[in-house]
C-alpha cells in the first residue's frame, strides 16, 4: 500500500468517526457509560463472589485438617518427641507393664490348666504324679 493511499484511508476513518460522534445524542452517551457501570459492577460482584468461595472452600479445609490433626494426636507425637527423656521413662513403664501382664496371663493360664486336669483325673493321681516328679528331680 503506498503512503498517499494510507493517507487518504486514515483520513477517512477519521471523517467517519467524527460524524459518528455527531450523530451520537447525550442520553446515548449516558446509556452508554451506565451500561458501562453497570457491566464493571456485575464483574466486581463475580470476582468476589469467586473470592467469598475461595474463603469458604479454605476454612471448610482448615476445619478438615484441624480434625484429622486433632484425631491423630499430633501434637502428643511431636512433644513426646521433643522431649526424650520423658520418652524413655514412657517406653520403660510401658515395657514392664507389657511384662508383668504376660507373666500374670502365664500363671493364669497354668492354673487353670492344673486346675482342669485335677478335677478330670480319679482322686490320688496327682499324688502319684507329684511322687514320680519329685523322684525323677532327686535323682
Not at 483520513?11 to 467524527?18: A, D, F, G, P, V
Not at 478438615?64 to 513426646?80: A, M, P, R, T
Not at 526424650?84 to 514392664?96: C, D, E, K, Y
Amino acid at each position: 500500500m503506498s503512503p498517499s493511499a494510507r493517507d487518504r484511508l486514515s483520513e477517512t476513518i477519521e471523517n467517519l468517526s467524527q460524524n459518528r460522534q455527531s450523530h451520537l445524542t447525550e442520553e446515548a452517551i449516558r446509556a452508554k457509560a451506565q451500561y458501562d457501570q453497570m457491566k464493571d459492577d456485575a464483574m466486581r460482584a463475580k470476582k468476589f463472589s469467586r473470592s467469598d468461595g475461595a474463603i469458604e472452600e479454605f476454612n471448610e479445609n482448615v476445619h478438615i485438617l484441624k480434625g484429622i490433626f486433632e484425631d491423630s494426636q499430633f501434637d502428643e507425637i511431636v512433644y513426646n518427641l521433643s522431649n526424650p527423656g520423658r520418652l524413655f521413662i514412657m517406653q520403660l513403664l510401658v515395657g514392664i507393664l507389657r511384662g508383668l501382664g504376660f507373666a500374670i496371663g502365664v500363671v493364669v493360664i497354668l492354673f487353670l490348666l492344673v486346675y482342669l486336669v485335677a478335677n478330670s483325673l480319679p482322686p490320688g493321681t496327682i499324688g502319684s504324679v507329684i511322687g514320680i516328679v519329685r523322684h525323677v528331680i532327686s535323682g
